[in-house]
């Protein structure tokens, strides 16, 4: 399975920076609150930038959670809506319907855009939405950090996760709104990942890594991995 626009990546030099994630849906699919939470903007983004540009996300909602994440506000964006069904000042359940899937705004087909954004309402402060969504039903997560043989981040490097499923996908480019979970520290995330023994595998500079991990349903496999020279 590849993640074509993974989080914090161009897609391997297609897109702009992915500040979420996307879902597929057609106009039919419902959108439905990822948590309990207050609506803090619906509608159309023409007058109000919640991305670098207004007529960015089309229409869209934002929901504040109920729960602080370390102290800090936690909300989630839902972005390309075909229809808004909720209202500013709205509290909303988990579960309950927000909108209907659409392709307002920049998008390029019928798909969600899902972001979560951890300290304030910005575009410069998302994390990885893997990381806040429980995986699916006996699958897990896996999550790492690459570090090259100077202990930075290299940005778009290609991670290959081998096993009962081969999962590809690219390190973040941290910076530009981009950002590591507080207390994991990962640049890339796997999930939905069918549990099972695995071999991750990167290149970084001229040498190829690679380690087991073991894929635990419900659970988050981290590894690290940093590059010698
Ligand atoms: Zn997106």
Do not use: C
Not at 69 to 89: D, F, I
Request: zero cysteines; proline letters at 6%.
């Amino acid at each position: 399975m590849n993640l074509l626009y993974p989080y914090g990546t161009t897609g391997g030099g297609e897109y702009l920076i992915h500040h979420g994630i996307d879902m597929a849906g057609n106009p039919d699919t419902r959108v439905l609150a990822a948590g309990d939470g207050e609506v803090v903007a619906a509608g159309d983004d023409s007058q109000v930038a919640y991305g670098p540009t207004t007529d960015f996300y089309g229409n869209l909602v934002i929901v504040k959670l109920d729960q602080d994440y370390k102290g800090q506000p936690v909300y989630y964006l839902y972005g390309h809506l075909s229809k808004v069904l909720v209202e500013p000042g709205q509290k909303v359940k988990r579960g309950e319907t927000v909108g209907f899937v659409g392709k307002s705004g920049i998008a390029l087909g019928y798909h969600l855009h899902f972001e979560v954004r951890v300290g304030e309402n910005s575009y410069a402060s998302t994390r990885n939405p893997l990381l806040w969504m429980e995986p699916l039903p006996r699958r897990g997560i896996v999550a790492g950090r690459i570090l090259d043989a100077q202990g930075k981040f290299p940005p778009e490097v290609l991670v290959i996760l081998e096993g009962k499923e081969r999962w590809e996908s690219w390190t973040y480019r941290l910076g530009q709104g981009i950002n590591s979970d507080d207390e994991l520290g990962e640049n890339f995330v796997f999930g939905d990942v069918e549990p099972g023994e695995y071999v991750l595998e990167v290149k970084v500079g001229p040498h190829i890594y690679k380690r087991r991990v073991v894929v635990e349903p419900g659970k988050i496999s981290f590894v690290e991995i940093k590059a010698i020279d």
